[in-house]
């Protein structure tokens, strides 16, 4: 059975950096696509990041300029840089994965973690 695990949140100061990694546990699967949603307190989980294969990727608005998204060539593991994170940020941040080739923020994969938790304090 396949996993996906992230690590790599935490409580950070507005303006600070935060990594985010996602590996997958587990053998007999290739991700085309991996991806970073997150859901604050009352709001629907939205796409953060996503990444096709090792090169197309797609940002929400809000993290342009600020994140990125990266993946190990042919590896199921993704990663995700967060900059100058403001207190907007914080919210649970899921890894996201399939095995398809997903148009990134129209649906999400059917793998998930289990989430992490990303505090930014003003």
């Known amino acids: 059975q396949v996993q996906l695990v992230e690590s790599g949140g935490g409580l950070v100061q507005a303006g600070g950096s935060l990594r985010l990694s996602c590996a997958a546990t587990g053998s007999g699967i290739s991700f085309n696509t991996m991806g970073w949603y997150r859901q604050a307190p009352g709001k629907q989980r939205e796409l953060v990041a996503g990444?096709?294969?090792?090169?197309?990727?797609k940002y929400a608005d809000s993290a342009k300029g600020r994140f990125t998204i990266s993946r190990e060539n042919g590896k199921n593991a993704v990663y995700l840089q967060m900059n100058s994170l403001k207190p907007e940020d914080t919210a649970v941040y899921y890894c996201?994965?399939?095995?398809?080739?997903?148009?990134?923020?129209?649906?999400?994969?059917?793998?998930w973690g289990q989430g992490t938790q990303v505090t930014v304090s003003s």
């Open positions: 996201n994965a399939d095995t398809t080739r997903v148009v990134l923020g129209t649906i999400p994969g059917r793998y």
């Open positions: 990444i096709i294969s090792d090169r197309i990727t």
